[in-house]
């Protein structure tokens, strides 16, 4: 699931370390990183909302990605799967729409 998000941070400087950063493999074994926007809980389920930190990964620039949280057999470990019910992915967004409506400009 792809969004159009534009996010301008006031109060980040140049080259500033954000805290807020995963790497992830891709299908293809390529690391990726994203920044961690929020966490979703629908419907018994997490969902984390991404940021890819690079636009080519994406179709277009400030598209987020949603993926679900999973638990793993290691407490230290977690996993994220793509979900692919359209329904759930919407239904997601609009959460995050509705926390962050003051903070990020969407674009439909």
Do not use: H
């Not at 293809?28 to 997490?46: H, K, M």
């Not at 995050?96 to 990020?104: G, L, R, W």
């Amino acid at each position: 699931m792809s969004e159009d998000v534009n996010n301008n941070p006031e109060n980040l400087n140049e080259g500033e370390e954000l805290d807020n950063i995963l790497v992830l493999n891709d299908e293809e074994g390529n690391e990726v990183e994203f920044e961690f926007l929020d966490l979703i809980e629908y419907e018994g389920e997490e969902y984390v909302v991404l940021l890819p930190l690079e636009e080519e990964e994406t179709e277009e620039p400030g598209e987020v990605v949603i993926l679900k949280l999973e638990d793993t057999e290691s407490e230290e470990e977690e996993s994220y799967v793509s979900v692919d019910d359209e329904e759930v992915l919407n239904k997601v967004f609009e959460i995050f729409k509705e926390k962050f409506e003051d903070e990020f400009n969407f674009v439909d």
